[in-house]
């Protein structure tokens, strides 16, 4: 009786190389994609929070809104890699910008007849 050596053939592992090539070749731009989403999502959620800052100051300040983030003190802190920059400061209206730094994308937020939790948060 012939003696049979136990293992996998050559080809039955270039099979095997192949599929999971196509496996990544599929997840990879998938978890790509989902990751500038998580970035889209942390300015967001952001300039969400700066409209709450905004308007707390505001009442708490005699009707006025500050004209820098400094300004806040530590009531507004961005989240890492974020950047939000106030612009546009009036008695009546404000408008701020956030970036990140692992994307090209941008949001922004404008407040002015409407109250600035109500307003919408646009990305670019």
Not at 20 to 34: D, E, V
Not at 41 to 49: C, E, P, T, V, Y
Not at 95 to 113: E, M
Request: aromatic fraction near 10%.
């Amino acid at each position: 009786m012939p003696h049979r050596r136990a293992g996998f053939t050559l080809i039955e592992l270039l099979i095997v190389i192949v599929i999971i090539g196509i496996l990544a070749a599929i997840a990879i731009p998938k978890f790509s994609n989902t990751k500038a989403k998580a970035y889209e999502a942390s300015m967001q959620s952001d300039l969400r929070n700066l409209a709450a800052a905004m308007e707390a100051y505001y009442v708490d300040n005699n009707s006025t809104y500050p004209s820098a983030i400094s300004d806040f003190g530590t009531s507004f802190q961005a989240s890492s890699g974020v950047t939000v920059v106030l612009g546009g400061v009036t008695t009546s209206s404000w408008r701020a910008t956030a970036t990140n730094a692992f994307t090209p994308k941008r949001c922004k937020l404008a407040s002015g007849t409407t109250r600035a939790y109500d307003a919408q948060v646009t990305c670019y």
